[in-house]
């Protein structure tokens, strides 16, 4: 079936440095969607991504979708303490099949 | 307010005791799906479903059933819960835009413990 790989599991940065989480599907996928969840809290919605080779940016996150559409990155420039949290990815191969496959996620956490 | 809501937020049961945990939309959305998240597990799809009576299974199924009357409820039902259901489930919900799912909302989670 369809899998989605996310790396790192992990990620200790300090405050004002970069993060980078990586998703990896196995299959080609119609879209790939990015959440993130606080502690404790559900999943939040932060963007979809469609088109190949797409890049989209909210402020300090930068959203890529790979050429192939089999792969996607999430961004973050200069973390705040704001930004800790566990960030997952997610994609559907579409067409007839709306199956929703979530990556295990990257727990970022951020030393003020 | 455009919200998910989840009945009961926590429950603690007994191995074999049938229970329903109750998902309920107010924003008109198509589709609507049931994640369980486990511990370096992740989020795993259950069920999910596109519109009033149609569902389709996703990674995890084994052990629930759902169904989808409504457009706004969609209840999932542990017919005989196990030990190994024990977990924090999530009700989601989102508009359909041709073949890809819109922004998913998620609900606050229900807690469930399987004795």
């Known amino acids: 079936g369809q899998q989605v790989m996310q790396i790192p599991q992990y990620q200790h940065v300090q405050e004002g440095e970069d993060f980078t989480t990586y998703c990896n599907s196995s299959?080609?996928?119609?879209?790939i969607q990015w959440y993130k969840q606080r502690p404790g809290g559900h999943p939040v919605f932060l963007i979809q991504?469609?088109?190949?080779?797409e890049v989209k940016k909210q402020k300090r996150l930068t959203f890529q979708f790979g050429e192939a559409k089999k792969n996607s990155s999430l961004h973050i420039t200069a973390t705040q303490t704001t930004d800790v949290g566990t960030y997952f990815c997610a994609g559907s191969r579409g067409g007839s099949n709306y199956k929703l496959t979530f990556g295990k996620g990257t727990l970022l956490t951020v030393n003020p | 307010e455009a919200q998910v809501t989840q009945n009961p937020r926590y429950l603690i049961t007994v191995t074999g005791k049938k229970l329903t945990v109750t998902c309920s939309q107010n924003m008109n959305h198509e589709y609507m799906s049931w994640y369980r998240q486990d511990p370096g597990l992740g989020l795993r799809q259950i069920y999910y479903?596109?519109?009033?009576?149609?569902?389709d299974k996703g990674d995890v199924p084994e052990g629930y059933k759902v169904s989808r009357k409504e457009k706004r409820n969609f209840p999932l039902i542990l017919e005989s819960p196990s030990p190994n259901q024990t977990s924090l489930y999530f009700c989601a919900s989102s508009l359909l835009a041709g073949s890809i799912t819109d922004t998913q909302y998620f609900g606050p989670g229900t807690r469930l413990t399987v004795l």
């Open positions: 479903s596109m519109n009033v009576e149609v569902t």
């Open positions: 991504l469609v088109k190949s080779g």
């Open positions: 299959t080609t996928l119609s879209n």
